[in-house]
């Protein structure tokens, strides 16, 4: 079957079979391979994309379902050679280690400020909730979404905070919310 779609503003077609997931079209056909898949039980969440703007797990999408639709990758965050707030929030804050989980950690995060561009740590943890960092302990991932939110409200005054991550939340520890979160 044949399927199109937006992908990072661009009109794509390709020949697929109808049974692909979008996660495997993002990465296997279109060499967009920023978009990581991490488990074949959908709870990682390292393949999250934005489908028409809502964080989705790309692994629980047909290929075939997004056609019509717009899809956001993490390639997509770049704009015009300038870092979006949220990359350059994981970079000041030190929120990736092996940078397996960022992706799928930074589209969420983008839609996070999109829809609040004031949320609580409470907010961004329920936020991610529905994602596994097996490096970070979290704190620094919430303390990087804290900082690009800052930033684009132009209320970020110093260098990034730097208390200490353990007297948040011990390193290895999922984060504080256990649903879902957006990331479904
Ligand atoms: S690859 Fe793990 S949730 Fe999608
Ligand atoms: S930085 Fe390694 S899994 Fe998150």
């Keep these: 079957m044949q399927v199109t779609m937006t992908v990072n503003g661009e009109e794509v077609t390709r020949e697929i079979e109808g049974r692909l997931l979008l996660v495997h079209f993002l990465r296997d056909h279109?060499?967009?391979?920023?978009?990581?898949?991490?488990?074949?039980?959908s709870n990682c969440g390292t393949c999250v994309v934005r489908l028409d703007g809502e964080p989705v797990k790309s692994c629980t999408v047909l290929a075939a379902?997004?056609?019509?639709?717009?899809?956001?990758t993490v390639e997509g965050l770049e704009q015009n050679g300038?870092?979006?707030?949220?990359?350059?929030?994981f970079i000041e804050c030190h929120g990736l280690q092996c940078g397996f989980c960022t992706p799928g950690m930074m589209m969420t995060a983008r839609a996070?400020?999109?829809?609040?561009?004031?949320?609580?740590?409470?907010?961004i943890r329920e936020a991610i909730s529905g994602q596994i960092c097996r490096c970070t302990g979290y704190a620094t991932i919430v303390?990087?979404?804290r900082w690009a939110a800052a930033e684009e409200a132009g209320t970020r005054t110093t260098a990034p905070d730097t208390e200490a991550p353990a007297a948040e939340q011990p390193a290895g520890e999922e984060p504080v919310a256990t649903t879902?979160?957006?990331?479904?």
Excluded: Y
């Design 143 to 145: 303390r990087s979404i």
């Design 65 to 72: 379902m997004a056609g019509g639709h717009e899809v956001r």
């Design 82 to 89: 300038e870092l979006d707030p949220v990359q350059r929030g």
């Design 30 to 41: 279109l060499q967009l391979t920023g978009t990581h898949w991490g488990c074949d039980t």
């Design 112 to 123: 996070l400020l999109d829809s609040d561009p004031d949320p609580s740590d409470e907010e």
């Design 180 to 184: 879902t979160g957006s990331a479904s």
